[in-house]
């Protein structure tokens, strides 16, 4: 069974009665729910738990991270950054980034760019495009769907290139957005989702739920995968190693 851990830094629900009434056990308890229903094995982890809920042995035992953030960036600790990193890039756990979440440490930091873009919060229609059917992420959806309420997120995304665009959004105001972004980084494969807002019940609808759930299975670490590890390696055809220059 894919094991996954839902992070959240659990902030905006202790501080804003709109989002507390909206997720009274936090953001992190609605997206566990959404993927425990999926039945994958589901555990929460926040910023204030020791080391961030985000241990060697958490990691260790987590396929897939998802990561929501947005008041307290900063106070993430950057030898966790490093530690969630490596355990990406090097170990192959998958990591879904979450709406605000483009502008956490470890996202910047595997995407090695700003990940600044254009914002507005109006309450306004979000329109998601399909533009990648065959993708495993898009399995089951329609070729496009509404979020009623969102918070618009406008071009220019400063990411690198993504190795594929899942989504691409439209929002009542006229702004277009890549909202669905595929990358791969060593051995981890990531997702971004731009969708989610804390003060709109955006991770209670069904299309939402059905992504988070597709991209979990996507992202999932495969232990079945071949050992890529690259390091000093003897020659496949033969060759005079007896130069005092070769490494042994």
């Known amino acids: 069974m894919t094991r996954i851990t839902v992070w959240n830094e659990f902030v905006h629900e202790q501080e804003n009665d709109t ?15 959404a993927l425990e229903e999926g039945g994958f094995d589901v555990e929460t982890a926040t910023l204030h738990d020791h080391e961030h809920g985000l241990t060697e042995d958490v990691l260790a035992e987590t396929d897939v991270l998802t990561w929501w953030g947005h008041a307290a960036h900063d106070h993430v600790e950057d030898h966790v950054v490093e530690r969630v990193k490596r355990h990406v890039v090097e170990e192959g756990m998958g990591l879904l980034v979450l709406h605000s979440g483009h502008f956490s440490k470890i996202f910047k930091s595997l995407m090695g760019t700003t990940c600044n873009l254009k914002w507005r919060e109006a309450g306004e229609t979000e329109r998601l495009w399909v533009t990648d059917p065959a993708h ?75 992504v988070l759930r597709n991209a979990a299975e996507w992202a999932a670490r495969d232990d079945d995968a071949p050992d890529v590890t690259r390091g000093n390696a003897d020659p496949i055809e033969d060759i005079d190693t007896s130069d005092d220059r070769t490494v042994h």
């Not at 989002?19 to 308890?29: Q, R």
């Not at 909202?179 to 609808?205: A, N, W």
Request: hydrophobic letters at 35%; aromatic letters at 16%.
């Open 19 to 33: 989002v507390a009434e909206l997720y009274p056990d936090g953001i992190h308890a609605a997206i566990a729910d």
């Open 136 to 210: 495993p992420i898009a399995e089951g959806l329609p070729e496009s769907f509404e979020v009623p309420e969102a918070e618009m997120y406008g071009e220019h995304f400063d990411i690198p290139q993504p190795d594929a665009l899942v989504f691409n959004s439209w929002f009542e105001g006229g702004e277009t957005f890549r909202s669905g972004c595929v990358f791969h980084r060593g051995k981890g494969r990531i997702f971004y989702f731009r969708p989610g807002h804390e003060t709109y019940p955006v991770y209670y609808q069904d299309e939402v739920q059905q």
